[in-house]
């Protein structure tokens, strides 16, 4: 079974940097998409950017120009450096990755790291 282990959360001020990190307990080479998402108190769950194996990137446009998704593959690990951070980009932080096995998707999940962002 693969775990995504989620690190790098915490409590931050307005304006201020974050670097969430993933490790993966597999080979990231597996993955065809990995991506973050996250969930603040009383809403869905939302997708904050996806990195896919070629590299290419997609954002959402709350955070664009503010976070960068990237991955290490060498250290099987997935990043996302959280910029100019705001109030609202207060949530639980998850981080996912599917791959696709014939025509059936494998879609695993880490248990999620705070972020708190203070004005």
């Known amino acids: 079974q693969v775990q995504l282990v989620e690190s790098g959360g915490g409590l931050v001020q307005a304006g201020g940097s974050l670097r969430l990190s993933c490790a993966a307990s597999a080979s990231i080479f597996d993955f065809n998409v990995m991506g973050w998402y996250r969930q603040a108190p009383g809403k869905q769950r939302e997708l904050v950017a996806t990195i896919i194996n070629s590299g290419r990137t997609n954002t959402a446009d709350p955070v664009k120009g503010r976070f960068t998704i990237s991955r290490d593959n060498a250290k099987n690990t997935m990043y996302l450096q959280m910029n100019s951070l705001k109030p609202e980009d207060t949530a639980v932080y998850y981080c996912?990755?599917?791959?696709?096995?014939?025509?059936?998707?494998?879609?695993?999940w880490g248990q999620g790291t705070q972020v708190t962002v203070s004005s």
């Open positions: 996912n990755a599917d791959s696709f096995t014939g025509p059936y998707l494998n879609t695993y």
